[in-house]
C-alpha cells in the first residue's frame, strides 16, 4: 500500500474528528484529495484555490529575494562600507552573499512568524467552527513581510497578524468573506498603532534604529538616514536617487516593495497566469497618472507657491509616482485581491481607477501617512461592493429599456 | 425575606448582562467610543449617566400620569437637561481637569438614546420605585461595557490604570517596557473602541445562543 492510500484510510478512520481538518489541509497542500465533486453541475478544473494562491506567491518570490539582498545592500550603504550600485542588478556591489545573508537572517523569521501566527490562528478557527481549513492565509502570509520595514520587531507583527485574520477577516466568516484585504488590515494596524516603528527615517534601512540609540547613549558615530523618497519629498527635498534606482528599486523602504521592474515582472506574470485583474492594474495607473498629471498642471500654472509644504509632493513629475513608494506593489498585488476588489468587469475600472486617483491625492495631501496606497486600497475595498450594486443596476435597467422598445 | 422581590431584580440584573443597552440594544454607543481612551473618565462618565438615569426615570415616573402625552418628550427633556446641568456643574466645581477630559460628553448624555428611551419605554408606565431600579440596572450596564472597555484601551494603549504605571515606565524603560513592549497607540483612537466593543457583543453572543439573531 503506497503513502497515498494509506493517508487517505487514515483520513477515512479518523473522520469526525475535531482535529481532522488540520490534518486535512497539511494533506491537501501536498497531495491530490481522494474524493471527487459529486451531485449536480459541476466545472472541471487543474487549478484550485491553493493552486491560484501559489501562483501568486511565485509571482512575489522575486520581490523577496530582491528584497532580501536589498535590505543587506542598504544596510551595508548606510554604514559607509560599499559604494552605492553603478551597474544595476550585476553590480558587484549589490550581488553578494554577504548582503543576502543580512537581509535572509532579517527577514526570514518576518516570514516564519506572518505564516506560524497566520496558520496557527486559522487552524484554530477551523477547528472551532469544524470546518476545512482554508487556504486564504497562503497569500496574505507571504504579503505581510513584503509590506512591513525591515526592522519590525517580531512581537510587533504578530499581534498585528492576530488582529489582521481574527478582525480583518475570521469575524466575517473567513476566506472569501472578508471586506479588507488582510494584509492591509495588519500593515493599517502596525501604522496606527505602533507609528515610531512604521514611519519616520529610521525604520526602513536596518540598523539604523539601533545607531541612534546608541548615539543617543552618547555613541560617536554618524547617525545613518534611511529617509524614503516620499519623505524626502514631502519636506521638500530632492532625493539623491537615480530614475535608474528608483526603478530597478536600490532604495529605502518596505522589504519587498521597493523593485518597480520585478512587481511589474510579477505583475505580468498574474495577468498571464490569469489570475489578477489587468483591468485593476491598468486603470489604477491610469488613476494615478491622471492624479499626478493635475498635480503637475497646477504647479505649472503657478497656482501653489515654492514655499508651500505639497509643493515637493506636487511637483514629482507625473511617473516618478509609479515607481516611488508602494504604490506598484499594492497596485499589482493587493488592489486586485479577488475577494474585495469589485467584481464587474466596469466596476473594476472604476475601483482601479479610484484607487490610483486616492493612492496619489492621499500621498500628497497628508505627508503625514505618505503611504497613500494602502489607505486608499482599504478606503476602496469598503466601496467596491457598492460600486458592483450600481453597475449591476445600470445594467438591468439598460436591458429593461431594451426590452421595452422591443415590445413597444 | 429577599431585598428585592425576583420581578424587581430581574429589572436591575437583565440590563448588566442578557438586555444590555449597549452590547444588545446598541445604544449610547456615541459616548462609549468617545471618553473609554481612561479608566478613570469611563468611572465618571458611567456614575453621570447612573445618576441622571436614577433620578430622571423616578421623576418622570411620579409625573407620568399629569404629563400630556402631546408634550412629553419636551417635558422629559426638561427633566433631564436639568439633571445633566447639575451633574456638569459638580464635575466642574470637583473635578475640573475630569470635565475637561469629558468635554461635551457630559452634555451629550441629554443625547444619549439609553435616557430617554428608558423614559419613554418604562418611566411613563412604572411606579417611582420599579422605575428606579430600572434606571440603575441600565446605567449599570452602560457602565460595566465602558468600564471594561476604558480597562483595556487605557491598559494597552498608555499602559496604566486610573493613571498608575502598571506595566512599568515607557520612558525609563522599567517594567515590561525593558524587554521592548511598546504601547499601542491604536487603542487610544476611537475606531478602536468600536472594535473593543465588537469584541465583547462577539464573545456573549458566542456565550448565549439565545441573543444570536438572523
Not at chain 1, 220 to 234: C, K
Not at chain 1, 295 to 317: H, R, Y
Not at chain 1, 362 to 388: H, K, Q, S, W
Not at chain 2, 126 to 148: K, Q, T
Request: with cysteine.
Amino acid at each position: 500500500m503506497g503513502l497515498k492510500s494509506k493517508l487517505h484510510n487514515f483520513k477515512e478512520k479518523n473522520r469526525g474528528k475535531k482535529w481532522l481538518p488540520a490534518f486535512s489541509a497539511i494533506h491537501t497542500f501536498l497531495f491530490l484529495p481522494n474524493d471527487t465533486t459529486h451531485g449536480g453541475t459541476h466545472i472541471k478544473a487543474a487549478d484550485d484555490l491553493k493552486r491560484t494562491m501559489n501562483t501568486v506567491i511565485m509571482a512575489m518570490i522575486p520581490c523577496l529575494i530582491f528584497g532580501m539582498f536589498n535590505a543587506g545592500y542598504q544596510h551595508h550603504l548606510a554604514l559607509g562600507e560599499i559604494q552605492s550600485v553603478t551597474q544595476g542588478f550585476f553590480s558587484p556591489e549589490f550581488w553578494t552573499m554577504d548582503n543576502f545573508l543580512v537581509g535572509f537572517w532579517k527577514i526570514l523569521p518576518l516570514v516564519i512568524v506572518s505564516y506560524g501566527v497566520g496558520l496557527g490562528i486559522e487552524f484554530i478557527f477551523a477547528i472551532i467552527k469544524g470546518h476545512e481549513v482554508e487556504e486564504g492565509y497562503l497569500v496574505t502570509g507571504m504579503l505581510v513581510p513584503l509590506i512591513v520595514p525591515v526592522d519590525i520587531p517580531l512581537w510587533m507583527l504578530a499581534v498585528a497578524v492576530v488582529f489582521g485574520v481574527v478582525i480583518g477577516k475570521e469575524i466575517f466568516g473567513g476566506t472569501g468573506m472578508n471586506i479588507l484585504n488582510p494584509a492591509l488590515t495588519i500593515r493599517a494596524f502596525l501604522f496606527f498603532a505602533y507609528p515610531t516603528w512604521m514611519s519616520g527615517d529610521k525604520v526602513w534601512v536596518h540598523g539604523a534604529v539601533e545607531r541612534s540609540k546608541e548615539i543617543a547613549a552618547g555613541a560617536n558615530l554618524d547617525a545613518i538616514s534611511g529617509e524614503t523618497i516620499l519623505g524626502s519629498l514631502a519636506q521638500g527635498q530632492q532625493p539623491d536617487y537615480s530614475i535608474s534606482e528608483m526603478f530597478l528599486g536600490f532604495i529605502p523602504g518596505s522589504v519587498g516593495e521597493t523593485s518597480a521592474l520585478l512587481i511589474l515582472l510579477g505583475g505580468l506574470f498574474l495577468i498571464f497566469t490569469k489570475i489578477g485583474s489587468w483591468r485593476i492594474m491598468l486603470s489604477s495607473v491610469l488613476g494615478a497618472i491622471v492624479m499626478g498629471l493635475i498635480f503637475n498642471v497646477i504647479v505649472d500654472a503657478g497656482i501653489i507657491s515654492e514655499g508651500s509644504k505639497f509643493f515637493g509632493l506636487m511637483n514629482t513629475t507625473w511617473w516618478h509616482h509609479l515607481i516611488i513608494g508602494g504604490f506598484a506593489f499594492g497596485t499589482v498585488f493587493m488592489a486586485t485581491d479577488p475577494v474585495t476588489a469589485s467584481q464587474t468587469n466596469k466596476g473594476k475600472w472604476i475601483y482601479g481607477f479610484l484607487v490610483g486617483f486616492i493612492s496619489i491625492l492621499i500621498r500628497v495631501f497628508n505627508p503625514a501617512y505618505p503611504e497613500g496606497v494602502m489607505l486608499a486600497i482599504l478606503l476602496m475595498n469598503v466601496f467596491a461592493p457598492t460600486i458592483d450594486h450600481y453597475v449591476v443596476r445600470g445594467n438591468v435597467r439598460k436591458r429593461m429599456k431594451r426590452l421595452k422598445v422591443k415590445t413597444v | 425575606m429577599a431585598l428585592l422581590s425576583k420581578k424587581d431584580s430581574k429589572l436591575i440584573l437583565d440590563p448588566l448582562t442578557d438586555n444590555n443597552p449597549i452590547t444588545i440594544q446598541v445604544l449610547g454607543i456615541c459616548s462609549a467610543l468617545a471618553i473609554t481612551a481612561e479608566l478613570k473618565a469611563s468611572i465618571v462618565m458611567a456614575i453621570s449617566v447612573l445618576f441622571v438615569l436614577g433620578l430622571g426615570n423616578v421623576v418622570i415616573s411620579l409625573m407620568r400620569n399629569i404629563i400630556p402625552s402631546k408634550i412629553r418628550i419636551i417635558v422629559q427633556l426638561v427633566v433631564v437637561a436639568t439633571l445633566v446641568i447639575i451633574v456638569d456643574q459638580v464635575l466642574k466645581a470637583f473635578a475640573y481637569e475630569l470635565s475637561k477630559t469629558l468635554s461635551v460628553f457630559v452634555g451629550l448624555i441629554i443625547t444619549n438614546c439609553i435616557i430617554m428611551g428608558r423614559f419613554e419605554a418604562f418611566a411613563l408606565g412604572n411606579g417611582p420605585w420599579r422605575s428606579f431600579l430600572d434606571g440603575v440596572g441600565n446605567a449599570a450596564g452602560y457602565g460595566i461595557i465602558l468600564v471594561i472597555v476604558g480597562f483595556f484601551r487605557e491598559l494597552f494603549g498608555s499602559g496604566t490604570l486610573l493613571g498608575f504605571k502598571v506595566l512599568g515606565d515607557p520612558i525609563e524603560k522599567t517594567g515590561i517596557y525593558a524587554i521592548g513592549y511598546e504601547n499601542n497607540g491604536f487603542m487610544l483612537l476611537s475606531p478602536m473602541a468600536l472594535i473593543v466593543v465588537g469584541i465583547i457583543i462577539w464573545v456573549q453572543r458566542s456565550r448565549n445562543k439565545a441573543l444570536i439573531e438572523d
